[in-house]
Every structure is written in C-alpha cells, then in structure tokens.
C-alpha cells in the first residue's frame, strides 16, 4: 500500500510534465502574429479573423475571405460606399475622390480642377446662369448675356453729333483790284495769287452759293474789245479758283467789259478802280 503513493507522485509528476511540453507547444502553435496577408504584417485588430476563428476552418487553416463586393479594394466591413463603380479611385473610406471639393466625385467631374467654394452643375463646372461663358463666379452681370471679360455689355458710346458750322452769310459782292493782270493782258500777274488765295478761302466759308466772276475794263480802247478782254479775265479768275478746290460748278465768268464803272475814267486813279473783277453771289 506504500508503494501506491509513490506511483501516483511518479505518475503525476511525468503527467504534468508532459503537459508543460503540450501546453508550451500549444502556446508556440495556438496563436502565431504572422500574416503576409495583412498590410502590417502581422494579424492586428479586425484582421485577426483571417487567420484564427474562421467558421468552418481549422485553426490555422486558410483565412477567411474577406468580402470586398465593388471590388475598390476596401473590405465591405470598412466600405462607406461599397457600391462604387468599377475603375473609379477611392479613399480609404471606400469613396470616390472629389479633388476639387466641389460635391461632384472624380470620375463624373468634367471640370475637376473648380477653385474652392465655387457653385457647379451636375458635371463639376461652375455655373453661368445667362450662358455668356463667363463662369458666375466672374460675372458681374449674371443674368445678362454679353460676351465681354467681365460678362457686362459693352458701354454704347454715342457718336457726338456732327455739326456743320453754320455758313458765313455771303457779301453783297466781293472786288478784287487791279493788280490781277498786266494792261491788255488776260494773263495773272504774280501778285494775283495772294489775292486770289484769299478769295477761294471766302468762296469755301460761303458754302455752296453759286458765285459769278465778273470782268471790268476801264473805257480807254472800243466797247467791243474791252468785253472780250473782260470775259477771258473773268474766264482765268474762274479757272484759278477751281484750281484752288471751289466747286466748278458754282462758278460762273462773264465779261462786261467798260460798263457799270465805280469811279471816273478820266483819271488815272479811277481808271484803275474801274479795271476790276467781281466776285458776286448769285441770289
């Protein structure tokens, strides 16, 4: 009966050693960190079901197939949108990129590069309320169309009225003396075109007032000669004065040749007053 005990102590000696190797070896196989599944490399909070406690699985039989249904690479179980359309690119909330912010996701934004806080459309583009193409944003008058930098029509400047002056009212007659032509000649002398300047510069103030030039003689010489040496001075002021741009047909030339004088033939002074032509408008 001794000996009873003594067989029991060897017995549960070698039993509890035995189980310090299996608890030991239990430990080493029980639960292994390693996971080349797992980002980190090692089984961490919710991936601890990969590789322990899979219903169905042995201990440390294959992981368990962790459901990721739109195929974004972010597990169901962590997906705040796992219906996203297949190519798109998400965070790691499982939702499309907006990279411009503006509400409308990468994938449908045609514009994706909206400055911050701006309004946009369906498509991710800012909005142009009257479709002047500018954006709202830079439209200082929104509702009207005006394809300006500024989306304002254009300031209309009025053309200033044009105002003709008023034509300087015409003398009775306008005399030019007698130093236009040499004694018996129809020719112009040089001291003529100063005063035949002058005169074209009066015909033009007076508008469009037809004119007649009128040649004078003195009585020296027979009525029918002085006419015609009255006529073709009058004819070579007329075409001077066309020369100078008055309009050819205001001007008309006629000879009177001695009559109407303006002062007394028979002297030397007179003479020459009377030896004359005449600018006269007609009325």
């Known amino acids: 009966m001794r000996a009873t005990p003594f ?11 035995a ?12 639960y292994n960190p390693t ?3 797992s980002p980190t490399g090692f089984t961490t909070d919710y991936e601890a079901f990969r590789t322990i406690g899979c219903p169905g699985q042995p201990l440390l039989g294959s992981p368990c197939k962790v459901p990721d249904s739109d195929g974004d690479g972010v597990f169901d ?4 949108c796992p219906n996203t359309p297949a190519g798109r690119k998400v965070n790691a909330q499982g939702c499309e990129l907006d990279g411009d912010g ?19 459309n369906a498509q991710g583009c800012e909005l142009d309320t009257d479709g002047d193409g ?8 929104p509702t009207v169309p005006a394809k300006t930098a500024d989306g304002c029509p254009a300031a209309v400047v009025e053309p200033a009225p044009v105002v003709n002056p008023a034509p300087v009212a015409a003398p009775q007659k306008l005399v030019l003396g ?28 007076w508008g469009h007032i037809k004119v007649e030039v009128a040649g004078y003689t003195d009585d020296r010489g027979t009525a029918k000669y002085n006419e015609s040496l009255s006529s073709r001075r009058a004819d070579a002021v007329r075409t001077y004065l066309i020369s100078k741009g008055v309009d050819a047909d205001r001007l008309t030339a006629k000879g009177y040749g001695e009559s109407s004088p303006v002062a007394d033939n028979a002297t030397v002074e007179g003479r020459s007053e009377n030896r004359r032509v005449e600018l006269v408008p007609m009325k």
């Open 19 to 30: 189980g310090t190797v299996v608890v030991h070896a239990a430990d080493d196989v029980y």
């Open 35 to 37: 996971n080349k599944a």
């Open 178 to 205: 007698d130093v236009l032509f040499a004694t018996n000649e129809a020719t112009l002398t040089q001291n003529a075109t100063a005063t035949l300047d002058k005169a074209a510069a009066s015909l033009q103030e």
């Open 134 to 141: 500018v954006v709202d944003a830079m439209d200082k008058c």
């Open 77 to 80: 179980n962590m997906d705040k």
């Open 102 to 120: 503006d509400g409308v996701v990468d994938g449908l934004d045609k514009c994706p590069n909206t400055p911050a806080g701006r309004k946009v």
């Open 7 to 17: 067989l029991f102590s060897v017995l549960g000696a070698t039993l509890i050693s």
